[in-house]
Structures are given as C-alpha cells and as structure tokens.
C-alpha cells in the first residue's frame, strides 16, 4: 500500500512522515526543506509505504518541487493521499486540497497544528468541513503526536473499500460550464491517459503544457475547447487563470466562513509580527543578520568549537601513543606499526578531530532554520541579491553551503526560475564549506597563531566577496535578464525543538564520522602505503624516495609560481578532490605525525604566504566529488565540467596574483 504525503510548504509533512516511518529526515521551519521525494515503511503496518512530497501549493507545474509531486500523484497512482494542512492557514492549504480532491484517490485531510489553532483561540469545525469536501478530517498535531493513529486507521480503512472522493463540482456559472463542457470533450482521451477527466479539463483550461501533451488531442478537439475558454473569458471579464483560481477561492471562503471561528487578534501571530519589526527592519535588519552570521563563526571557531577540537585531538593523540606503546611491546613488525600509527591513527584521527567544530556550526545553522529566522534573512537579502542577479531565495543554498556543498545545491530546487537555479547552483561553492574548516585551522595553528580566527573567518569573507564579484560578471554575460519576484511566506516564528535538533545534529555527525572511518580511511591507507614503499615495493627511509613523490613531483612543478610545488602539497589537493578533509589527513600522514604536531611539521614544507596561497587554493579549487555529481543531476554534464574548470582556473589566479604581490613585499 502507497501512500503519499502531500501538502504545502511547512505544513508539518516530514514531521508527520518521521513519526509515521520513525525515521528521521530532515525538518525545518522553511519552506523547501524537502526537494526530493522521500520513501519510508510505517511503523505500525510493515505493509504501508509512505511517500513525502516536496510541498506545494498547486498541481500547476510551476517549479522543480510541484513537478516532482504532480508526477508522483498522476504517474505513480499511490492507494491513498493524506493531504496535511497547516490549521493557520487553511484557506491556503484548502486551495490544493480541491485539486488533489480530484484525482480519484482515496484521501484523507489532515489538520495540522491543532496545538497552535487551540492556542490562538481558533475554533475549526471539521463536521462542517467534512460535509462539504466529502472526505474525513482529523485533526492532528505532528510534533505532539496526537491524532495520528486517528488518521492511519481512516485512512487505511478508505483504501481498503477503495472509497475515493465522490465527483463533486466546485464550480458554477461560466466556468462550470466551460469546464464540462471541455471535460466532455476530452474524456475518452483522459480515460486513455488514465488521467480523471474533470481533473485534465480544469488544467487544459489553465493551459497546462504537460497535460496538453499527455492528452494529445486532435486540431479540432483543441480549437473547440479553445473557443468555449474565449467564451468563458468573455463572459467573466477575467483571463482563465483568475477565473480557475477565482472559482476554488469563492469555494474556499463558503467553507470557511460556515466552518472557521477566528477570534479577533492573532495571538501568535501579532508576536511573530512584534519580531518582524525588529528583524526585518528596513535598517537594522541586515546588519542584525551580519552580527548573527559573525556570532555563529565566532563562536564555532574561536570559542567553543576549537576548545572542544583541541581537546578531542589531544585526547587522540594520546589514544595513539598508548596504541604505539602496546604493539611495540608485543614485538609488532615496525611496518605493521607504521601502518597503525602513522596511517590510520593519524590520518582518521586528524579528520575526527574536528566533529565538535562541525556539530557547533551545524547546531547553530539549525537553530537559524527552526526558528524561522532562515525565512526572514531571504526577505531582508532579497533587495540585496537583485542588485547582483540574484534572488532572496538564493540565500538559503548559500546558507547551507556553508554546512556542506551538496544539500546545498540541491536546496536550488526551491527556486523556480532556470535562471536563478542555474546561477545559484554556480555560486554555491564559493560559499566554504564545513569540510575545509580542518585545514584552515590546521594552517592557521600554524603559521598564524596569534590571528588565527582572523584568518579563518577571512577564508569565508573572502568566499563570499568572489562569490559576489563572479555574480556580477555573469550577470553581464551569462545570465541576462533578472531573478523573478520574490514571493515566500514567511512561517511564524517557533521554538525549535529539542528532539528535532538532536536528530539533525546526529544525522551530520553520523555523516561525518562515517566519512572519516570510510573515505578517510581508506585514503590514508593508501596514502601511508604510497608513501612507504618504492616503485619496486621496498620500504623507503627516506619517503622523497616513494612512489607517492613520483606521481605529486608530476604535479607539483605547475604549483610551483604559487608557491607550494611541492610533491605532498600536489598529493593533498589530489586526495581533497575526494574529500575535502583528506587534505588535513593526507599531510597527517605524510608528515606521520599526530593531530597537534601536524602544525608545526607544515613549516617545513610552507612558509605563511606560501600557506596562505595555499588556503585560497584550496578556498576555492574544484568541489569534492560528491558536491560534484550533485552539480551533475541538477544541471547536467556540461555543467559539471564548467564549475570544475572555472572554480579549479579561479582557484589557480587568484592564489597566483596573491603569492606574486605578497612575496614583494
Ligand atoms: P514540511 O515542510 O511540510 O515537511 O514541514 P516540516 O515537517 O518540516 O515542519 C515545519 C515546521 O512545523 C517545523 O518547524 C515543525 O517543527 C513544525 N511543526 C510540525 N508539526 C507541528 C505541530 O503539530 N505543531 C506545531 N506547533 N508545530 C509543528
Ligand atoms: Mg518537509
């Protein structure tokens, strides 16, 4: 049995799937956390399978999400559709409500939010509700849990008599009968589409391309139904659009006003709105904004994070010691001993390290998108973004690319013009993510201790002046035209809970952690056996002599006028293309020493212009593999190749230019 999950943004869909499934995707209080289709089992009935869609507001295919959704519902045919509706806002979550009503599944409505409609001291009468749609009404609250065994037992019950939503017309005058009319016209055609007809007639009417082509309806079916719209238009002195959307509206407000009791003030709305003024006020909202972004940097990285980082490393490299202790004892082969210590211990070791900085940065990112604060900075940004191209939505990809490239770029799915997606997509990796914070702070331990949050916080500055720069010059030549209007919602402002955050944040953990046992481990064990032995696999003493020196001192001369054209910088930033944190474990293991160490050890291969050179390579060189490959499934091949070429030249010149004028001096 499939059923699927379908409602607007924000209306508590995936809070409802992970209590549904038990498992954990991602929630957040913005519109557009889910892009992709997500499948889970039900916990109570291994039988049920449940589907969360992207949220939308509408069976028109206007963005990526809304085509995802309406091709699951029309393609797939799931046994059954729970359409989740936020309770404060029910007229908006009503309006997909009678698109879904006719798509001739069973289906159940959800009202979500029942916490906060009580709250508010609005009172929705679901009898009444329930009366005119022809289909059951539950309330429920998601993140309460209450309410939803309610839900599964009405809704497995329909699908088990396989009760779908009676016909009914929510239409009358011109539009009822234009719509008839063309629903007639088309029906064998429907039938043969195995779309419902009254369903395929209201979106022909609204010039819906995709179901144009899947009717494919002959020359004179189409000019017949084109002439009873003109008609239709004629009559209602508005164009088909507004006469469709007029139409749900009036239907919506007969529902409301019999089954919607609202008090006179919004409680928690006239505080959401009290917030709003302070923070997305005209003057201060954008630099309240930058204080926030400063706190959270600082925080991650002067205070709390780089504490706990320091900390665990110690912690680490003690672990190694003992380890190197106990093998010595027992006799262990020197080799086998170099494997551990140098390879793995040092490698793993250096990348694990920094969990505690990646948990503190991605807690406070989370708190920014829970609270509904991540909506608001979309707003205030948006009249900045115009000026170089883009549009406010383009800052929350932006925004989780500080976390990781490839949420991020996924996150693009949420804009709705190609053009802004495309642009966003491309700038994304200038935004600096997680991963590359060890080896800024590696360096900067090193080569500038006294400044090292200065120089850390200055990679990202840096990141997003380019970015900006690159902006405005494609904006130029490459994409012309301007980002289309913003429209968003902003969601009202709630606590972020507990349970949720500690989920996200095990979630990245796990990812990263993982990552390190995995990816890292494995690159360090080939790096150590590089390293460590010739091309005719004898031990080397001295590793100038290794075949890992062979292959970088390839490489390394075109480093050289930035530099650092040495054999292990050339093999860091080849192992980095894989993970970005292979770079820190790379010279881990090529220097063999332990986390803390490692900073003193880079002196000898770098001097601080050559290391900071270095860091704007590395800033700014090709995304890792994975933010790679998800360029490829949003924009295709072509694309891909273009971002690693031009980050990759960028990352080149702009190192260059900075290591010829610094060495000057
Ligand atoms: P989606 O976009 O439809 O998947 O919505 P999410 O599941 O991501 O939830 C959006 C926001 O609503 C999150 O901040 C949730 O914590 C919150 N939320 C979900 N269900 C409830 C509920 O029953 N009551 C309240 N007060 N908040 C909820
Ligand atoms: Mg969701």
């Given at each position: 049995m499939i059923i699927a999950l379908a409602g607007n943004q924000n209306s508590g869909k995936t809070t409802l799937f992970n209590q549904l499934t038990g498992s954990n995707q991602h929630v957040g209080n913005f519109p557009g956390v889910t892009v992709d289709v997500k499948e889970g089992i039900s916990k109570s009935d291994k039988s049920v399978k449940l589907v969360d869609l992207p949220g939308i507001y509408?069976?028109?295919?206007?963005s990526g999400e809304e085509i995802l959704a309406r091709d699951f519902l029309l393609?797939?045919?799931?046994?059954?559709?729970?359409?989740?509706?936020?309770g404060t806002s029910l007229e908006r979550g009503l309006y997909l409500s009678m698109q879904l009503l006719q798509l001739n599944i069973p289906m159940v409505i959800a009202i979500n939010m029942m916490d906060e409609v009580f709250a508010n001291g609005i009172v929705i009468k679901t009898d009444i509700l329930s009366d005119y749609l022809k289909v059951p009404i539950i309330p429920i609250s998601a993140n309460k849990n209450e309410g939803i065994d309610d839900l599964m037992k009405a809704m497995i019950d329909l699908i088990k008599n396989k009760c779908?939503?009676?016909?009914?017309?929510?239409c009358s005058g011109p539009v009822h009968r234009t719509l008839h009319a063309t629903a007639h016209i088309l029906e064998d055609h429907a039938q043969r589409a195995s779309v419902p007809a009254s369903f395929a007639a209201v979106k022909i009417i609204e010039g819906d391309e995709p179901m144009l082509n899947d009717l494919s309806l002959g020359k004179n079916e189409k000019d017949m139904i084109e002439h009873g719209i003109v008609e239709m238009e004629n009559e209602l002195s508005m164009d088909r659009m507004a006469a469709i959307a007029d139409m749900r509206y009036q239907y919506i407000e007969e529902i409301t006003q019999k089954a919607v009791v609202r008090p006179k003030t919004d409680k928690h709305h006239d505080k959401t709105i009290k917030i709003d003024n302070i923070l997305?006020?005209?003057?201060?909202g954008i630099p309240i904004f930058l204080s926030i972004m400063f706190v959270i940097f600082w925080l991650t990285f002067a205070v709390v994070g780089s504490f706990l980082s320091d900390l665990l490393s110690g912690g680490i490299d003690s672990l190694a010691s003992i380890v190197s202790k106990g093998l010595n004892n027992f006799g262990i082969n020197p080799v086998v001993e170099s494997l551990v210590v140098d390879g793995v211990f040092a490698g793993v070791g250096s990348v694990l390290s920094f969990v505690p900085t990646i948990i503190v940065l991605f807690f406070l990112l989370s708190l920014l998108e829970d609270s509904g604060y991540m909506a608001r900075v979309a707003f205030i940004m948006d009249k900045l973004l115009r000026k170089i191209?883009?549009?406010?939505?383009?800052i929350v990809p932006m925004l989780i690319g500080f976390g990781c490239t490839v949420p991020a770029i996924m996150a693009t799915r949420t804009l709705t013009s190609d053009r802004d997606k495309k642009m966003t997509v491309f700038l994304t990796p200038f935004m600096s993510c997680s991963a590359k914070l060890p080896i800024y702070s590696v360096f900067a331990m090193a080569f500038f201790t006294k400044y090292r949050a200065v120089v850390m916080i200055a990679m990202y500055v840096i990141g997003i002046l380019l970015a900006i720069v690159a902006a405005l010059i494609s904006r130029k030549f490459v994409f012309k035209g301007n980002p289309i209007p913003f429209v968003m919602e902003l969601p009202n402002y709630r606590l972020p809970t507990a349970k949720n955050t500690m989920l996200l944040l095990w979630e990245k953990t796990k990812d990263f952690i993982t990552r390190a046992f995995t990816i890292i481990f494995i690159a360090s064990i080939v790096i150590w056996f590089l390293n460590k032995f010739d091309i005719r696999f004898n031990a080397v003493e001295?590793?100038?002599?290794?075949i890992l020196a062979l292959i970088g001192s390839f490489i390394a001369p075109i480093f050289i006028p930035l530099g650092f054209g040495n054999w292990m910088a050339s093999t860091a930033l080849i192992t980095g293309f894989m993970a970005k944190e292979a770079v820190v474990s790379t010279f881990a293991v090529l220097l063999s020493t332990q986390t803390e160490s490692i900073s003193s050890q880079l002196g000898t291969i770098f001097d601080p212009i050559s290391a900071f050179a270095f860091l704007l390579f590395t800033l700014l060189y090709t995304p890792c593999v994975a933010a790679i490959a998800a360029v490829k499934r949003e924009l295709g091949t072509k694309s891909m190749f273009v971002v690693v070429l031009l980050q990759t030249s960028l990352a080149y010149v702009i190192a260059l230019i900075f290591y010829r004028i610094a060495i000057l001096f």
């Open positions: 509408s069976l028109s295919p206007y393609k797939e045919h799931p046994d059954g559709i729970i359409n989740i509706i936020d779908a939503p009676p016909r009914q017309d929510f997305t006020h005209k003057i201060f191209g883009l549009s406010g939505k383009s001295n590793s100038k002599d290794s």
